[in-house]
């Protein structure tokens, strides 16, 4: 009997793969902090979180330029 041989599943679409993403860490404080989208300029927590972790934690740009934080990748 012959071995088979490479993956028989090559260039097929990974059903798992969908379930391992997970949400980023501003997705995770923003719904810890139960925020909105429009709440999130006015939030005094969100914003120091941001301030905190704006070097190494995604953090949206549009909400960096609006608090006038600038992330070491801007420099």
């Given at each position: 009997m012959?071995?088979?041989r490479?993956?028989?599943n090559w260039?097929?679409?990974d059903?798992?793969?969908a379930a391992d993403v997970q949400p980023s860490s501003f997705e995770q404080i923003v719904q810890k902090l139960r925020l909105?989208?429009?709440q999130y300029l006015g939030s005094?927590?969100?914003k120091e979180?941001?301030?905190k972790n704006k070097d190494q934690k995604y953090v949206p740009s549009d909400l960096l330029k609006a608090w006038d934080f600038e992330a070491a990748s801007d420099v």
């Amino acid at each position: 009997m012959k071995k088979k041989r490479g993956n028989p599943n090559w260039g097929k679409p990974d059903i798992y793969s969908a379930a391992d993403v997970q949400p980023s860490s501003f997705e995770q404080i923003v719904q810890k902090l139960r925020l909105s989208p429009d709440q999130y300029l006015g939030s005094v927590q969100l914003k120091e979180w941001a301030r905190k972790n704006k070097d190494q934690k995604y953090v949206p740009s549009d909400l960096l330029k609006a608090w006038d934080f600038e992330a070491a990748s801007d420099v």
